[in-house]
């Protein structure tokens, strides 16, 4: 783990120094939404059908994820791509993701999110409905979703990420403000469920907790495989197994 830090560090600094790129299409950041601003999205434009190759989302495919914070706490995090569809507020259309996330044993959190994937290939992230369990019964609901209470949408994937691109990933003031920089996209990358090459390396980040940073690792036909905090914690996340649906 300490040979892969040091390699996305180098990375990291790489991507950060990157030149901006001002063509066109949703794979440049000319295109990409940023911060805070508005974005007006044709409905037209989108569809359910997730074929992103570093964010797949076919229907039925699963992963399998062991998380660990930084106290040592860990859990098991299932995520299922359903065959359910949900008209977002903006009036697009968008994929349902079920997580499951136990402890123990025990549910502690499940949720849905919502996607959807744009004619170019980047997959836009609409919202999601969280809720938090404690001995088995609902104790807390969190929600957000694109078109409401002034909430935007982001982009969890670009269409054709390299290394330097920015967008943010949703904006809900002062609840989800999560912002992305692409820092390598020809990593490699290992985990329980496998070895991986030509991963795509993500820096997250938010304005409201400035002190945190975290990497996450994509491959291609798979999604996410590795994720670790490297500034405010110690936290990591890694696939266990996953299924590829239809």
């Not at 993701?97 to 170019?120: C, F, N, P």
């Not at 691109?165 to 469920?193: C, F, I, N, W």
Request: negative net charge.
């Amino acid at each position: 783990m300490a040979t892969a830090l040091v390699a996305l560090l180098a990375a990291f600094t790489i991507g950060a120094c990157g030149g901006d790129d001002d063509g066109k299409g949703s794979g440049s950041r000319a295109d990409l939404p940023q911060g805070s601003e508005p974005v007006d999205l044709d409905p037209a434009d989108f569809t359910t059908r997730i074929d992103n190759p570093y964010r797949p989302m076919p229907v039925g495919s699963r992963r399998v994820y062991r998380s660990t914070d930084s106290e040592g706490t860990v859990q098991r995090v299932e995520v299922k791509v359903t065959p359910r569809t949900k008209r977002i507020a903006n009036g697009i259309h968008a994929r349902v993701v079920r997580d499951m996330v136990i402890e123990d044993g025990e549910l502690v959190e499940a949720g849905y999110d919502w996607y959807a994937q744009d004619s170019a290939g980047a997959v836009w992230y609409l919202g999601e409905e969280v809720k938090e369990y404690e001995d088995g019964k609902a104790k807390a609901t969190s929600s957000w979703q694109a078109g409401v209470d002034g909430a935007q949408p982001g982009i969890v994937m670009a269409a054709k990420p390299q290394p330097g691109l920015t967008y943010r990933q949703m904006h809900y003031a002062g609840k989800e403000e999560d912002r992305a920089e692409v820092l390598s996209v020809d990593e490699r990358a290992e985990a329980p469920a496998g070895y991986f090459t030509d991963v795509v390396t993500i820096k997250d980040s938010s304005p409201l907790e400035p002190k945190v940073r975290e990497y996450k690792l994509f491959a291609r036909g798979v999604g996410l495989v590795r994720a670790f905090e490297v500034a405010g914690g110690s936290g990591h996340e890694e696939l266990l197994g996953y299924s590829k649906g239809r």
